[in-house]
């Protein structure tokens, strides 16, 4: 294996502290045990199946992926996956249904005809696929409107005898990280109301709820306030990343991935640039305030912003720094959104609990359909 120092990595290299991870990952472990809730991660954020196999480790009950091709990787490391996306066209189909007959696999659907598509993929293969009812719990990105729709999709989905119904499924993307927790328990408090009213109505029709998946990294630790709630797909929270320590909801030294970059010119006045631009950090700006955010924090230049992102280039203003980088200093970033960040690369680099610094590969890279 392939060891260096900080200081031998090529930058801009994404650095993942594992004592971090180990942290964060028990953290949620030990809430989840103490509030009898499943945990489901979602790996789009590591895309690893090393990470994933220790989040299984912590007593993850299985996974959850966005994609087919995400899902042929971490079958590698779990029998149990939850595909959170309509897959509703044939290459998507054909693919869950193989997975079908060697593992258990669930897809999230809001429609009659991601049912059709998958009751026929399913029944060419073979196999059963488990099915949950997307609800829109405010988010308004997918989701069904009424309980009626759940209702009649369920019904649809009980008479096809390649799919099973298993349960209910909700993304609460709209609750980002609020320095005011009250908000949130309100929240996830009125969604309990809700999903509750469609469990009772689901068990009229004789249709039993057995999963009701939710959450979040923001909303995760609110996770009680909805009891109807048996599991939790958080994918966040393994890394965090600028998004959730701004607005406080993890301090700073909760996030384990950093970006090793380079001091490359300082020649324009109040401004360094660094060696990681849109291909590293993304155009995501930060949640909370878009406007003003930049492009990542720099730890250990708080005052400092990246102001503006070419492909390779990031502009760092310095303005305000009483301490300024200089040339050709390596520098850490935080970037705002980590799951995007790390799928621009082909491997990462962690830290490893004794200091040993060792590649690690995103084995999900670039697995988007
Ligand atoms: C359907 C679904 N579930 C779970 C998650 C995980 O959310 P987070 O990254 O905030 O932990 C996401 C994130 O995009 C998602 O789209």
């Known amino acids: 294996m392939e060891t260096k120092t900080e200081n031998q990595l090529p930058t801009p290299a994404m650095l993942i502290d594992l004592k971090i991870v180990e942290r964060n990952l028990a953290k949620l472990a030990d809430y989840c045990r103490t509030h009898n809730l499943k945990l489901r991660p979602h790996t789009k954020t590591h895309k690893s199946i090393a990470m ?30 939850l595909l959170a996306y309509p897959a509703l066209d044939a290459f998507r189909s054909n693919r869950v249904a193989e997975l079908a007959r060697e593992c258990t696999i669930r897809v999230a659907i809001d429609s009659p005809l991601a049912a059709d598509v998958l009751q026929d993929a399913a029944k060419r293969a073979g196999s059963k696929i488990g099915i949950l009812v ?39 993307g709209h609750l980002k990280a609020k320095p005011d927790p009250d908000a949130h328990k309100i929240a996830m408090t009125e969604m309990g109301a809700k999903l509750s009213e469609t469990i009772d109505a689901l068990a009229k029709a004789c249709l039993q709820t057995s999963i009701v998946s939710g959450g979040s990294t923001p909303a995760g630790y609110q996770s009680h306030f909805t009891p109807e709630l048996t599991e939790i797909r958080p994918g966040t929270y393994i890394y965090n990343d600028w998004n959730c320590a701004a607005p406080g909801l993890v301090p700073i030294e909760d996030c384990a ?13 109040n401004k360094v640039v660094i060696d990681a631009g849109s291909k590293t950090l993304t155009s995501d700006r930060l949640g909370m305030d878009p406007e003003h955010g930049g492009f990542g924090h720099l730890p250990d230049y708080p005052e400092a912003k990246i102001v503006r992102l070419s492909e390779e280039h990031g502009e760092v203003d310095i303005s305000q720094c009483a301490r300024r980088p200089k040339l050709g200093e390596r520098v850490r970033v935080i970037p705002n959104h980590i799951c995007p960040c790390i799928n621009l690369q082909d491997q990462v ?13 995103v084995d999900a890279r670039g697995k988007l359909n």
């Open 134 to 172: 997307d609800l829109d719990m405010g988010f308004h990105r997918t989701g069904l409107q009424d309980t009626a729709s759940a209702i009649a999709l369920a019904q649809d989905v009980s008479k096809k005898p390649n799919l099973r119904f298993d349960g209910l499924f909700f993304y609460p």
């Open 52 to 81: 994933a196999k220790r989040q299984l480790a912590h007593g993850a009950t299985g996974l959850t992926v966005a994609k087919i091709g995400e899902a042929e990787v971490m079958r590698e490391a779990s029998s149990d996956l």
């Open 257 to 269: 991935a950093h970006l090793i970059c380079t001091v490359i010119s300082d020649a324009v006045p």
């Open 349 to 361: 680099w962690v830290k490893t609990e004794e200091g040993a610094i060792e590649p690690l590969r």
